[in-house]
T-cell receptor
Framework: SQTIHQWPATLVQPVGSPLSLECTVEGTSNPNLYWYRQAAGRGLQLLFYSVGIGQISSEVPQNLSASRPQDRQFILSSKKLLLSDSGFYLC??????????FGPGTRLTVT | AQSVSQHNHHVILSEAASLELGCNYSYGGTVNLFWYVQYPGQHLQLLLKYFSGDPLVKGIKGFEAEFIKSKFSFNLRKPSVQWSDTAEYFCAVKGNAGNMLTFGGGTRLMVKP
């Protein structure tokens, strides 16, 4: 069966520091991968998605970037965090255009 | 651009009460529709989905949803809720031609024992 991992589970970082969140998927190959940010009362906002290694599409211009160095690895990064980057970040995968499956998420607090 | 609206942000029910959570979407073409649930401290997980066929779809834990194309709606229902249904529920829509899900703002359901 397929599983999706995210780490770290929680992270507290000062403003201006770099960020790297990692997501890996097991048990499938060539998945579509997604990064979302979840804000209270606002649902999930799609940040990035990828249909293959090195292929990244950005949905929202912002202080973040994403990379897919390996087939089942998806990384969310920032060079300099802002206070507004605080939130709950979710990674998801899907098989082509079918339903998406979500990871446990990372709670990021920027201080 | 597609959008999803969940009108109820917070719902409080007693056990055994019936539940209906509203979901309306805006999209001009064929859609795939989803309800996801997030129990306290757990992953977001798929509750049910509609791709085609019978517009009344049944999901896990006794939930069902009805796709009404003329009303652009996909309301979630359960005849009798339990305390364990306390969670946040998200409606989502995907255009048939793409991979991206658009989520509603979510509805927090609290079921009182």
């Amino acid at each position: 069966s397929q599983t999706i991992h995210q780490w770290p589970a929680t992270l507290v970082q000062p403003v201006g520091s770099p960020l790297s969140l990692e997501c890996t998927v097991e048990g499938t190959s060539n998945p579509n991968l997604y990064w979302y940010r979840q804000a209270a009362g606002r649902g999930l906002q799609l940040l990035f998605y990828s249909v293959g290694i090195g292929q990244i599409s950005s949905e929202v211009p912002q202080n973040l970037s994403a990379s897919r160095p390996q087939d089942r690895q998806f990384i969310l990064s920032s060079k300099k965090l802002l206070l507004s980057d605080s939130g709950f970040y979710l990674c998801a995968w899907s098989r082509e255009s079918y339903e998406q499956y979500f990871g446990p998420g990372t709670r990021l607090t920027v201080t | 651009a597609q959008s999803v609206s969940q009108h109820n942000h917070h719902v409080i029910l007693s056990e055994a009460a019936s539940l209906e959570l509203g979901c309306n979407y805006s999209y001009g073409g064929t859609v795939n529709l989803f309800w996801y649930v997030q129990y306290p401290g757990q992953h977001l997980q798929l509750l049910l989905k509609y791709f085609s066929g019978d517009p009344l779809v049944k999901g896990i834990k006794g939930f069902e949803a009805e796709f009404i194309k003329s009303k652009f709606s996909f309301n979630l229902r359960k005849p009798s809720v339990q305390w364990s249904d306390t969670a946040e529920y998200f409606c989502a829509v995907k255009g048939n031609a793409g991979n991206m899900l658009t989520f509603g703002g979510g509805t927090r359901l609290m079921v009182k024992p």
